[in-house]
């Protein structure tokens, strides 16, 4: 369906902005009453034994503790039954690799939270670099109060397990967006909106200023300030030995960025247009455009890697060695040094594949490209990611080099495995690289998955645009649309949708069974699991910065119109019908299943939309709003609004039209999207009188919606079960 500025209604008034009071005791009655409501109709006799079962995926002590290694330890974050709230902890690499490892736990979250009468959130820890031959001891520790994403940082000291005290000079940097980055042992760079310091028009750090021991925050000098209207300020110190620099970034929007390094106390911007991303490493700086890049007479495809010299690039050499092309079906994702290679990690039609370059040997091939080598350790329909294990580990106790990497790789019916590898140059001298790598760590399996199927189909969009999805489902799937089908996408940010193991979906979706039609000879009818579909639409990252950028602001009805062609696509092949099939979303994921719930409400039976975007008008004045318009448009700009009305969920709805079922779910302490959007669209379709509309809010748990594993399990059950009754045995 197009969608256009004619065919939208005119705009109706807000009768629920009273709702806007997120703490208003009013407000809060009226989000209790709606949960209520929905628990009556949701933890019935199956929903238990639902939750149960995602609990005991969630708090298995049999999933891999994925680590991050510093000096010669391995930290790592984990939370089960025991420790709802977790544990970060460290092993040394001989234990980590035991079935049992010995943990050194660090710190308690449970006990702090229990202690401090905090209900904190561990959202990471940031190490100082120690001397030359010294362990790794002091670290700030991000703590949100409530899973939200102001942070308070502590400074921590891991050798006596525990906080640096105030009085005796520790960091405690009030809770607040923003960020934090060590200049020395006695020097903080910050960037924060606490004690008074201004925020930009999206709630973020506007200031960062260089914070002493033991001073005070509010009076401490600045550093590095960026206009209003800009998205934020972050400033970071690169403290790698012989490579020392300080660098800010003045954040446009999410796209446009200016980058500087600080000289002679001077900051110095990178001369590259803002689309451009750059990162540094030690000699090197690379950039990758989001739109095709002029320069010196060549111009460089968007979604391609080059490199510079670092020093080289800011003394005017333009020439640039190009690392990556990208081509129709294939994009960077990401990359990681290792001390002498880069890792390039790659989408080839949303399958992984990884190259590694080395540097020191440049290929045969146009532009200066460094030789390159393929990683052979993607199957097909699968996500490999290769990353550093730590790159300047020259003589580690463990055995290990700056050279080592790790490899986690999943897929929809694989569960994910973590090895670990070397790489090394050939020995004849030819180009190229040889890789090792060994199993460390393997997940267990949640459910029956070789008794399912992953397949990739290709939809046909309305301008013509192929649409990858996967589709997971039981082998020899009858094909005669009666199978309850749960559609999920996401479709904004460049964010690529991947194959990814879910215990969750396994044992909520595809394992659950119901007796939906009589059999072909007309007997007992058939007991059937559901069919669970990953769509890659446009707005996402799959196919680099060029698919992204195809469904940006005018044209967002692009990512609907695909994820529609998709739901059209498995009606038509037989998988599901319009009784059968539903579809879930979350924040801009939200925004797409509330477009598919207002403008394709004859394709779907079923919508679970959850913290969710839905009031574009207004979404430019939620805390992290302004720094949106990049990706929809500014709704106070007139001819802007014309077209964000076309996908703004709020103002679509209409009188007489036959909606499907609806479960809206937020949460009160989001910060990001915050729950008001989900409020007045589940107030406003009740008030229309539109059936079978259902609401849930949680009353922590920030914009992810849960903050431990009871809460996600809850989470999780409430939007799965709702799927599952209303497309597989009726919500009644």
């Not at 079922?661 to 589940?682: H, L, N, Y």
Request: glycine content about 10%.
């Amino acid at each position: 369906m197009t969608t256009t500025a004619a065919d939208s209604a005119p705009e109706p008034v807000d009768e629920n902005v009273w709702l806007e009071e997120i703490y208003g005791e009013e407000q809060l009655a009226w989000v209790k009453e709606q949960n209520s409501r929905t628990e009556d109709l949701l933890e019935d006799a199956d929903y238990a034994g639902l939750e149960g079962s995602i609990l005991e995926v969630l708090d298995s002590t049999d999933r891999i503790a994925m680590v991050g290694k510093r000096g010669d330890w391995y930290y790592n974050f984990w939370k089960d039954r025991h420790n709802p709230k977790g544990l970060w902890r460290r092993t040394t690499w001989e234990s980590y690799c035991a079935d049992s490892p010995e943990w050194d736990v660090l710190l308690d979250v449970d006990e702090l939270a229990a202690a401090e009468g905090q209900e904190w959130v561990f959202h990471g820890a940031t190490f100082l670099r120690p001397g030359a031959g010294e362990p790794y001891r002091l670290a700030l520790l991000a703590l949100s109060p409530d899973g939200g994403d102001a942070n308070r940082y502590r400074e921590f000291d891991v050798e006596s397990r525990s906080f640096v005290d105030q009085a005796r000079g520790g960091f405690d940097l009030p809770t607040a967006k923003g960020n934090v980055s060590w200049l020395d042992a006695d020097t903080l760079l910050v960037a924060s909106t606490a004690d008074g310091l201004p925020k930009t028009a999206s709630s973020y750090a506007r200031t960062a200023v260089t914070l002493k021991r033991g001073a005070e925050l509010a009076g401490a000098p600045l550093l590095f300030e960026v206009p209003e209207h800009h998205m934020m300020a972050v400033v970071a110190h690169d403290s790698t030995p012989g490579f020392e620099r300080t660098f800010a970034v003045d954040y446009i929007d999410f796209f446009n960025r200016r980058n500087l390094v600080l000289r002679d106390g001077e900051w110095v911007q990178i001369d590259v247009p803002t689309d451009v991303n750059v990162s540094a490493h030690r000699e090197w700086l690379l950039f990758r455009p989001q739109q095709d890049w002029a320069i010196d007479g060549t111009t460089y495809p968007a979604g391609s890697l080059l490199a510079c010299g670092f020093e080289d690039y800011l003394a005017g050499a333009r020439e640039l060695a190009v690392l990556f092309a990208p081509d129709a079906r294939t994009s960077l994702q990401s990359w990681s040094w290792t001390r002498n290679f880069l890792l390039l990690n790659l989408l080839k039609d949303v399958s992984s594949e990884i190259r590694v370059l080395d540097p020191s040997r440049p290929s045969d091939g146009p532009g200066g490209a460094w030789a390159a080598t393929l990683l052979d350790a993607c199957p097909p329909l699968h996500d490999v990611n290769a990353y550093a294990v730590d790159d300047e580990d020259a003589e580690a106790s463990d055995g290990g080099a700056g050279d080592d990497f790790w490899l986690v790789a999943t897929g929809f019916t694989t569960p994910t495995t973590l090895m670990r590898g070397t790489l090394e140059r050939t020995s004849d001298g030819t180009p190229g690289v040889v890789s090792r790598h060994a199993v460390v760590k393997a997940s267990p399996s949640f459910f029956a998955d070789a008794d399912y199927e992953v397949q990739q189909h290709f939809a046909v969009s309305e301008d013509g645009t192929r649409v990858p999805y996967f589709q997971v489902a039981p082998r020899n799937l009858a094909l005669d649309g009666q199978n309850p089908t749960q559609l999920s996408g996401y479709g904004g940010f460049e964010v690529s949708r991947t194959p990814a193991y879910s215990g969750t979906v396994g044992r909520a979706w595809l394992e659950r069974r119901t007796s939906l039609s009589a059999g072909a000879d007309g007997d007992a009818p058939h007991s059937r699991g559901g069919v669970y579909v990953v769509a890659n639409i446009r707005g996402g990252g799959e196919y680099g910065p060029a698919w992204h950028r195809a469904a940006l602001q005018e044209n967002r009805h692009k990512a609907y119109q695909d994820f529609a062609a998709v739901a059209r696509d498995l009606i038509s092949r037989g998988v599901t019908s319009r009784e059968r099939l539903g579809c879930v979303g979350g924040s801009n994921g939200g925004l797409l299943v509330g477009n598919m719930l207002t403008r394709y409400p004859e394709l779907f039976g079923a919508v679970s939309c959850g913290v969710p975007l839905l009031d574009m008008r207004g979404y430019t004045r939620l805390s992290a709003g302004h720094s949106w318009i990049a990706e929809y448009g500014d709704p106070d700009v007139p001819e802007q609004w014309e077209y964000i009305r076309t996908f703004s969920p709020y103002h679509l709805l209409k009188d007489g039209v036959e909606y499907p079922e609806t479960f809206i779910w937020t949460a009160t302490s989001d910060d990001r999207v915050g729950p008001v959007q989900a409020r007045k669209m589940a107030a406003r379709m009740l008030a229309m009188g539109i059936p079978n509309v259902w609401f849930h809010e949680a009353l922590e748990g920030g914009h992810a919606g849960a903050s431990d594993n009871r809460q996600a399990a809850a989470l999780q059950a409430r939007s799965q079960h709702f799927l599952w009754k209303a497309l597989a045995g009726g919500l009644a």
